[in-house]
């Protein structure tokens, strides 16, 4: 009997079927753009933009992957960032700042979780409420003000979080241009990937996705994981907002606006169920550089920018479709026998 | 946090009467009284079937002995010494050599096998991640020794989804006997099972007790329990109202006296 019991090859090697898509994608920009995608600007400016939204996906793709969702990190990255960009600024307290703006957000985040996990209300409505708050909060502190860090380049802060090492070196044009936040972005992913995937923490979030009740009988303190869940993503969404800022040299309020979807797509392009319990951060990474590659490609091959939200909102619904048919596949017999199935109504019990 | 299960078998506690007391212990959800005075001590070396209709509160009684649940009132006692009911979990449990197997929420769905039988008691290091080689030499282990399965197509890293009911049940046991458990609650083991499987479950439950353990056994089906128990508790709406030695009432007069009691309630 020759029964499909281990994971599938998909599910084996992390990542590979959204890897396949980026390079079919990146293939077919070098083809569309070449004088665009075959330089290596490009790719080095994606260094300096991608991170904030890398940040932001992979502490998503352990939310998502406990079953949860967390839609206030968008109020974290206004709120932080102006905690950090007033600080910095205005009492020119240099890497206080950078502390200040972290311990905000992790603040935020053991908020969000204690909302959750202790007085229980769904994720989506507490997160929700959340960012309203702290939305709402950076708007009536900073008065609406943006707040432009001139001269921040002269800093340790900014040569150390977002600094160019070899700018000035002799170096290439596009060396000189590399920005060391991707190099923390990467440190900070790959440590992730070690604690969802080889630590008893990330067990505890698959299983939590998997099953609250499961996970409870098995003797894992489900609220007391939740909440260190939401103030990982709070802490990543400050850093993110820290990056933003300093690379912007500008704090602006509504910053953080643009990530909501991108993020959330990217980790659900990634290979991350909808469902909880499966997450990869290999396949969020990728998702992340096609979300990020889109922008730039579909500008660069002609197309106004007003494409890039419906070219991305569909790439986003074709990846789901297509994990649905993969990798769920009660979930598809399911899907299928409502497609099929005409509506009737149910007599009430 | 490395856990070793065979150094934490109670070996050291040989001297108590009762692996599991329990007294005086009440239990509301809101205004509702799911357990009432319960009383109850499990000897060792026995095995105890609950029965009762649904909703009588066996799972109820049975999630307060383990940690799931807080009672609201009353006292537990494991190998004769109280616990602290404010510090009574399931990891405590675990500890104190209680394993549990749930019909269908010992195993997480998604999750590989090996995961499943460390979860909530990994071997890390003291940082906190996981020996992977270790747990799945040791799951292996469990697979082919405690459990049986030999070339059924089942590794450590197939996911539980994909096992038919019967094989999980042998999972969570093969589990449960890993851990060295002193007591083993078995809630409905067998519910939605072959036939086949139901034999291999039972036959399970009688190595408990020839292993020396006690186990509760919670069974809708009174010729199951029947047969395996040493004596049989019987609950109705949150009490206890019988204690039934089998070799004292057949099954045909047991399943007379589940009716009757029913008819109290409508009566």
Not at chain 1, 16 to 41: S, T
Not at chain 2, 226 to 235: E, K, S
């Amino acid at each position: 009997m020759a029964r499909h019991l281990t994971a599938s090859l998909i599910a084996r090697l992390e990542g590979l079927p959204i890897m396949l898509v980026f390079v079919m994608l990146l293939a077919l920009f070098m083809y569309l753009a070449p004088q665009v995608f075959l330089q290596p600007f490009i790719y080095t400016t994606f260094l300096s933009t991608l991170p904030p939204l890398i940040l932001l996906a992979t502490g998503l793709t352990f939310i998502i992957g406990a079953g949860e969702i967390d839609l206030s990190f968008p109020a974290i990255i206004a709120f932080s960032g102006f905690v950090f960009a007033v600080l910095f600024k205005e009492y020119e307290l240099g890497w206080l700042a950078v502390a200040a703006g972290l311990a905000s957000g992790i603040l935020v985040g053991f908020i969000n979780g204690v909302l959750v996990a202790k007085i229980g209300i769904p994720s989506f409505m507490a997160t929700l409420a959340t960012q309203f708050f702290w939305a709402g909060m950076a708007t009536v502190l900073s008065g609406g003000k943006s707040y432009a860090l001139r001269g921040a380049e002269e800093s340790s802060v900014w040569r150390w979080i977002v600094g160019r090492p070899f700018s000035g070196t002799g170096a290439a044009i596009w060396i000189g241009q590399l920005p060391l936040q991707s190099l923390w972005t990467a440190v900070i992913v790959i440590w992730l990937w070690f604690i969802l995937n080889r630590h008893r923490f990330g067990e505890h979030v698959l299983f939590i996705g998997d099953s609250n009740s499961v996970s409870r009988v098995l003797g894992i303190d489900v609220d007391r994981e939740k909440i260190k869940l939401f103030t990982l993503m709070g802490g990543l969404a400050a850093a993110a907002a820290i990056m933003l800022t300093l690379e912007n040299k500008n704090y602006f309020g509504n910053q953080g606006q643009g990530y909501l979807l991108t993020a959330i797509a990217s980790v659900l392009i990634g290979g991350t169920s909808i469902f909880g319990g499966r997450a990869t951060i290999v396949g969020t990474v990728f998702g992340c550089f096609i979300i990020g590659m889109i922008e730039a490609g579909l500008v660069a091959a002609g197309l106004t920018g007003a494409w890039v939200r419906t070219i991305q909102g569909l790439v986003f619904l074709t990846a789901m479709i297509f994990y649905l048919y993969v990798d769920e596949p009660q979930r598809r017999a399911a899907f299928m026998a409502r497609l099929t199935r005409l509506p009737r109504f149910r007599p009430m019990r | 946090m490395n856990n070793n299960p065979a150094s934490q078998t109670g070996a050291d506690a040989q001297d108590f009467t009762s692996i599991v007391r329990l007294e005086g212990v009440q239990k509301f959800f809101g205004p509702v009284q799911a357990l009432r005075d319960i009383d109850l001590a499990i000897g060792r070396n026995e095995i105890v079937g609950l029965i009762g209709d649904n909703g009588a509160g066996k799972s109820t009684l049975i999630k307060v002995m383990t940690g799931v649940l807080e009672p609201t009132a009353g006292r537990i006692y494991v190998r004769d010494r109280e616990v602290d009911l404010a510090d009574y979990s399931v990891r405590m449990a675990h500890d104190l050599s209680i394993e549990t197997v749930y019909q269908d929420r010992s195993l997480a769905e998604k999750q590989p096998l090996w995961r499943n039988f460390f979860v909530g008691r990994q071997i890390t290091n003291r940082f906190g991640f996981i020996d992977v080689r270790a747990e799945k030499a040791i799951a292996e282990d469990i697979l082919k020794r405690a459990i049986g399965f030999r070339g059924a197509g089942i590794t450590v890293d197939s996911t539980v989804a994909n096992l038919s009911g019967g094989e999980r049940q042998g999972i969570a046991i093969g589990r449960a006997m890993h851990y060295n458990a002193d007591l083993i609650i078995l809630d409905e083991p067998t519910v939605a099972l072959a036939v086949k499987e139901v034999r291999k479950v039972l036959d399970f439950v009688r190595r408990i007790k020839d292993s020396g353990r006690a186990a509760i056994y919670i069974e809708h089906n009174l010729a199951h329990v029947h047969d395996v128990a040493d004596r049989l508790i019987v609950l109705d709406r949150g009490r206890i109202v019988a204690e039934i030695a089998p070799k004292d009432m057949s099954v045909m007069d047991l399943t007379e006296f589940l009716i009757a009691l029913q008819q109290d309630h409508i009566g």
